[in-house]
Nanobody, 126 residues
Framework: QVQLVESGGGLVQPGGSLRLSCVVS????????MGWFRQAPGKEREAVSL????????HYADSVKGRFTTSGDSAKNTVYLQMTSLKPEDTAVYYC???????????????????WGQGTQVTVSS
């Protein structure tokens, strides 16, 4: 049974940092690229980043490039999203998901598949 559990969100001031974690069960990171997505109130869910354990490649949405870093730990079957220089517009619920297709890089468009986790709330506010 596939399960994704996100954690690490919270309230942070602008310019601050957070590290999100996504623990994966039911498949190994080596099988599928993993994406981070976010959904702000009243907006559609958008892709934030992509991490491929097979070759270590990463891709980012333009809005987070240079500020966010995604990585994975195969031993822990966990994907991370390190977020720095956070802005109020980063406020959203963040989700991880396995990715079946990379549609485009700019803008970053991913097709997720399988189940979603419960997400983790990130609020950037002073």
């Amino acid at each position: 049974q596939v399960q994704l559990v996100e954690s690490g969100g919270g309230l942070v001031q602008p310019g601050g940092s957070l590290r999100l974690s996504c623990v994966v069960s039911g498949f190994t990171l080596d099988y599928y690229p993993m994406g981070w997505f976010r959904q702000a109130p009243g907006k559609e869910r958008e892709a934030v980043s992509l991490f491929a354990s097979s070759d270590g490649s990463t891709h980012y949405a333009d809005s987070v490039k240079g500020r966010f870093t995604t990585s994975g730990d195969s031993a822990k079957n966990t994907v991370y999203l390190q977020m720095t220089s956070l802005k109020p517009e980063d406020t959203a619920v963040y989700y991880c998901a396995a990715v079946s297709q990379l549609v485009s890089l700019r803008p970053l468009k991913l097709i997720p598949f399988g189940s979603w986790g419960q997400g983790t709330q990130v609020t950037v506010s002073s």
